[in-house]
C-alpha cells in the first residue's frame, strides 16, 4: 500500500537479561471488505510519474489465496508475487 515508500523491518527478539516480563503485540492486515471487485494496492496519494506503481492492485481473494498456497510460510516471497 505504501508503494515501497515505508520499509518493513524484520521481527527480531533480544534477550532480557534482568528476567523481566517482555510482551509482544502483533497487528495483521485484514481489512473487512472483501469480495472480487475490491481492490488494494499502492495507495494514489503514493503513486505519481515520479513514483511508478510498484505493486500490482490485487483482490484479498487473491491474497490469501496466495499466502496459504506458499511452501515456505517463513519466507518474505509472498511480497514479490505482486511486484511488478
Known amino acids: 500500500m505504501s508503494n515501497d515508500t515505508y520499509k518493513s523491518v ?4 533480544i534477550m532480557n537479561t ?11 492486515f485484514n481489512p473487512g471488505k472483501r ?14 510519474s515520479d513514483s511508478p506503481p510498484k505493486f500490482r ?3 484479498m481473494s487473491e491474497f ?10 517463513a519466507s518474505r516471497a509472498l511480497v514479490e508475487h505482486f511486484k511488478l
Do not use: K, M
Not at 528476567?19 to 509482544?24: G, H, L
Not at 490469501?64 to 510460510?73: K, M, Q
Open 10 to 13: 524484520d521481527h527480531r527478539v
Open 64 to 73: 490469501l489465496g496466495a499466502f496459504f498456497r506458499r511452501d515456505d510460510l
Open 57 to 59: 492492485n490485487f483482490t
Open 35 to 48: 469480495g472480487d471487485t475490491i481492490f488494494y494496492g499502492p495507495l494514489p496519494e503514493l503513486v505519481s
Open 18 to 28: 534482568r528476567e523481566e516480563a517482555r510482551v509482544s503485540i502483533a497487528i495483521f
